[in-house]
Nanobody, 127 residues
Framework: QVQLVESGGGLVQAGGSLRVSCAAS????????MGWFRQAPGKEREFAAA????????YYADSVKGRFTISRDNAKNTVHLQMNSLKPEDTAVYYC????????????????????WGQGTRVTVSS
């Protein structure tokens, strides 16, 4: 089992920055992929970014590429999502998720592939 707790959401003006974090605990994390997904009101949950717990590879949705950065802190078992140049369309509840790393990259992008989820943290970007 893996427990995930998000923090860091809030209200920010368009063009601003915000960092959300995910503290992971439970079993060994070394063979996990950590993902950030988001869900806006009335929309389906969508992929934002992912990182493998081992290695340096990162993956981004086209909509956030160049603006968001995912990183991890192994010592603190924490994954961060730094969000810059925020837009009103980034408004959503942001969820942290984890899955076993099968090295099948296309599975990193699908919420159905993830086994563990946090409770979500709300990010609101005002125009």
């Amino acid at each position: 089992q893996v427990q995930l707790v998000e923090s860091g959401g809030g209200l920010v003006q368009a063009g601003g920055s915000l960092r959300v974090s995910c503290a992971a605990s439970g079993r060994t994390l070394s063979n996990l992929v950590m993902g950030w997904f988001r869900q806006a009101p009335g929309k389906e949950r969508e992929f934002a970014a992912a990182i493998r717990w081992s290695g340096r590879s990162t993956y981004y949705a086209d909509s956030v590429k160049g603006r968001f950065t995912i990183s991890r802190d192994n010592a603190k078992n924490t994954v961060h999502l730094q969000m810059n140049s925020l837009k009103p369309e980034d408004t959503a509840v942001y969820y942290c998720a984890a899955k076993e790393d099968t090295y099948f990259i296309r599975t990193y992008y699908s919420p159905d592939e993830y086994d563990y989820w946090g409770q979500g943290t709300r990010v609101t970007v005002s125009s």
